[in-house]
């Protein structure tokens, strides 16, 4: 049985804490949900509460950080890539410090508290900062490599955590890497590139659509998002001549912004399409029933499949 | 140790000339801060060239102390020092603000010397108590230093660090306000009164210190009890003159961030007086 995001997340930095005793946690009155207090409980010498104070806990982190510790800070990701932001791009970014950002409860994953506390921008902001490299697991054992390899990799380091429980995708031992991503269903018609939970709506798309019209798509996990695979990106487009993104996020400046820069530069043009939170606030309710409603269940990918199939010449 | 007669005249003497350093420098290139410079000239003068332990000769000491300016726009003034200490050659002053330059704005981190990149306001004294907590647990006995505005105090980061550090009982970390009541718009009366800020500091949980901030054996004995207080942070509250050592200047918002003639710049040297 797959556990939450949030939980492997919070056993892994556990885990490594027994490992390294440099790593430092940090957390915004919120260690309960992030899972940070895993650690805390462990490591209570190493595990800092700094209260609903964003931008206290990460400057502290940057201090930290210059005294040789390895601090991973944690809250909900609308709240760090936001309150936090200051902080991370005049001291950590600018600084090129050492410093780990657990964004937890990615996209809509906080059902129920609404708009407030659904992060739909946190990729556009990370991945705009100088130095800072953006990660999102769609998996258990994504989630455990990424968490080790902020911990043994120098720099700012993002991951986009989910409060939600995925399907496990890769083996434990699968070679991860960054600047990679990862076919995880092949095809020859379409490519959908995805990160998170929509890796796995994409490929319950791809089957349907695969069963029901006979479409071989095509599913890329994008679990590097910076920096980004663009071979692969490139590869797909001349492979399958239609590119679909796929994210929990506004369709604005996330994976859909980063592959379509790629797309760009590299003069693919390929006709594209853009699954994602349509440039708009959410609300609360149940989270099966937010992502349908906001287009990023399967329903949507299949949507944008169908409307790039019929663009495709 | 108090401070001897003879150092104090030497440190007085340095003050001189880092400030006519200073504005130099910002005169050339028509560009910075000279009010909040000069007000923080015996603070950092003190702190780099009397108290602090470090050496450029090992930059990353682990056990060094460290200096978060927080009020990033007096970054003239660090320089000064950090020249005068060996971490930055002789004569690099002359490259402030410009291009390729190491020493930019706002000291940034990747300069040598400079312990926290700074410039936008606020955030540097929970940089500084990060410091403070990881030194802790390396078990070194440095100390950690924040210099801050009082202009700066009107973001609530401030208080966010202000709350904290006094939890986490970090006697390690003393911040030094250099209180000289003008900001960028007018007096911090006009732009944002700021009302009881010995009090406040007090309430927040920190050891309270108080002094005259262009007194050297004043800010000295003022470190020297910060550093014998146990249990909690300390803050010396400094006050000082914002644009000290030039008549023209002095308690004057406008010289904040305003580029000096070449006429307003002879007149200040004129005053500030010594060998050029």
């Known amino acids: ?313 | 140790m108090p401070i001897t007669a003879q150092r104090t005249a030497e440190l007085k003497t340095l003050c001189r000339r880092f400030r006519r350093e200073a504005l130099e420098a910002v005169a050339a290139i028509q560009s910075g801060h000279p009010g909040g410079s000069l007000s923080v000239c015996e603070i950092l003068t003190v702190l780099y060239q009397e108290r602090m332990r470090v050496d450029a000769s090992r930059p990353d000491d682990p056990d060094r102390d460290r200096l978060v300016l927080s009020k990033g726009h007096a970054a003239p003034m660090l320089y000064c020092n950090l020249i005068e200490k060996g971490f930055l050659p002789k004569g690099s002053l002359s490259t402030l603000r410009r291009i390729d330059s190491q020493l930019q704005g706002h000291a940034c981190i990747h300069t040598p010397g400079v312990d926290m990149s700074a410039g936008p306001l606020g955030i540097g004294l929970a940089a500084a108590q990060g410091m403070a907590m990881g030194l802790r647990l390396n078990g070194s006995a440095a100390r950690v230093y924040c210099v801050l505005g009082d202009g700066e105090t009107e973001e609530g980061a401030v208080w966010e660090a202000a709350t904290s550090a006094p939890k986490f009982a970090l006697d390690n970390l003393c911040a030094i306000l250099d209180y000289n009541k003008v900001q960028l718009d007018g007096t911090t009366d006009e732009v944002m009164p700021l009302r009881d800020m010995p009090g406040k500091w007090t309430a927040f949980g920190w050891n309270v210190l108080r002094c005259d901030g262009h007194d050297i054996p004043a800010l000295t004995e003022a470190l020297d009890a910060a550093e014998r207080c146990k249990g909690k942070p300390t803050i010396i509250i400094a006050d000082t003159i914002k644009g000290k050592g030039v008549s023209f200047m002095e308690g004057k918002a406008a010289w904040h961030g305003k580029a000096i003639s070449p006429e307003d710049l002879e007149r200040a040297l004129q005053e500030l007086g010594g060998d050029k």
């Open chain 1, 1 to 313: 049985m797959p556990k939450a995001i949030r939980e492997v997340y919070g056993a892994a930095l556990a885990e490594l804490g027994a490992q390294n005793e440099d790593i430092v946690v940090l957390d915004a009155d919120l260690s309960g949900s992030t899972k940070s207090a895993m650690f805390g409980k462990a490591f209570p010498e190493r595990f800092f509460n700094m209260g609903i104070a964003e931008s206290n806990m990460v400057s502290t982190a940057a201090g930290l950080s210059t005294t040789g510790k390895i601090p991973f800070v944690n809250t909900f990701t609308v709240f760090l890539t936001t309150l936090g932001l200051i902080a991370t791009r005049a001291q950590v970014c600018y600084g090129n410090l050492n410093v780990k950002f657990g964004g937890a409860y990615c996209g809509m994953s906080d059902a129920f508290d609404g708009a407030s506390h659904h992060a739909t921008e946190d990729i556009a902001v990370m991945r705009s900062l100088p130095n800072m490299t953006v990660i999102a697991p769609a998996d258990a054992a994504a989630t455990r490599w990424a968490t080790r390899f902020a911990a043994e990799t120098w720099g700012p380091m993002y991951l986009r955590l989910s409060r939600d429980v995925y399907p496990d995708l890769y083996p434990e031992d699968y070679p991860f890497q960054l600047g990679k991503g990862a076919i995880v269903r092949e095809g020859r018609d379409v490519t959908v590139i995805a990160c998170g939970l929509l890796v796995h709506n994409a490929i319950a798309a791809a089957e349907e659509l695969e069963k029901e019209k006979g479409v071989s798509v095509r599913v890329v996990d994008m679990y590097s998002i910076k920096p980004i695979d663009k071979d692969l990106i490139l590869r797909c487009a001349a492979e399958t001549g239609a590119i679909v993104t796929a994210e929990e996020h506004n369709i604005y400046g996330g994976l859909g912004g980063a592959v379509s820069e790629v797309l760009a530069w590299g003069g693919a043009g390929v006709p594209t399409e853009f699954v994602g939170i349509q440039d708009t606030f959410t609300e609360s309710g149940p989270y099966k029933q937010l992502l349908a409603k906001y287009g990023v269940d399967a329903a949507g990918v299949r949507a944008g499949i169908e409307k790039v199939l019929a663009r495709k010449k």
